[in-house]
């Protein structure tokens, strides 16, 4: 059975591109098919374009890369996808006030699996100067998205 995953965040130009390639990466790594990764926005500013460059570079860094266009969450993404992620509490809340009365997604924020209470929110890098801020939400996203797969996920 195909199990879908949607990474949520504001923009979809920071955080949640970068949480759908990690999750991607840590899948094929673990040889795990059948799961679908797709990443959204819930603001609309971004729709059409790439991700942030500083995003980009970020993973390219790791060897990875960032094809995702940004596109704004749906309401049929929560009857379409079993797990929706947030970054951050804010997050969370518009996901929860989007949500449909029977909705199916499972709303979960990707920093609860495998992350210290106080490194759970993965911080909106956006507005920082540098890059440093995505190497660290990079560095999240990885821990977190491979405790999710060994926690959640079935083979
Ligand atoms: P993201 O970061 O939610 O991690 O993609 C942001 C990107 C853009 C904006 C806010 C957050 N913005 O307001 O344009």
Redesign the pocket.
């Known amino acids: 059975m195909v199990q879908k995953i949607l990474m949520i ?8 591109p970068i949480a759908e390639v990690v999750m991607v990466e840590t899948l094929a790594k673990a040889k795990m098919s059948d799961v679908e990764v797709d990443s959204a ?1 819930i ?1 609309s ?2 729709v059409g374009n790439r991700a ?1 460059p500083r995003a980009i570079s970020t993973l390219k860094q790791h060897d990875l890369k960032c094809t995702h266009i940004v596109r704004q969450i749906r309401k049929q993404d929560f009857n379409e996808f079993d797990y929706i992620f947030g ?1 951050d509490e804010e997050n969370m809340s518009e996901l929860r006030r989007l949500a449909p009365k029977d909705s199916k997604a499972e709303l979960l924020m990707l920093g609860d699996f495998g992350l210290d209470k106080k490194n759970r929110i993965i911080e ?3 507005y920082e100067r540098g890059a440093e801020g995505f190497e660290t939400a990079y560095q999240q996203c990885v821990v977190a998205c491979a405790a999710f797969m060994k926690e959640r996920l079935q083979k």
């Open positions: 965040c504001l923009g979809n130009i920071c955080r949640s926005a603001g500013w971004h942030d970054m909106d890098p956006y």
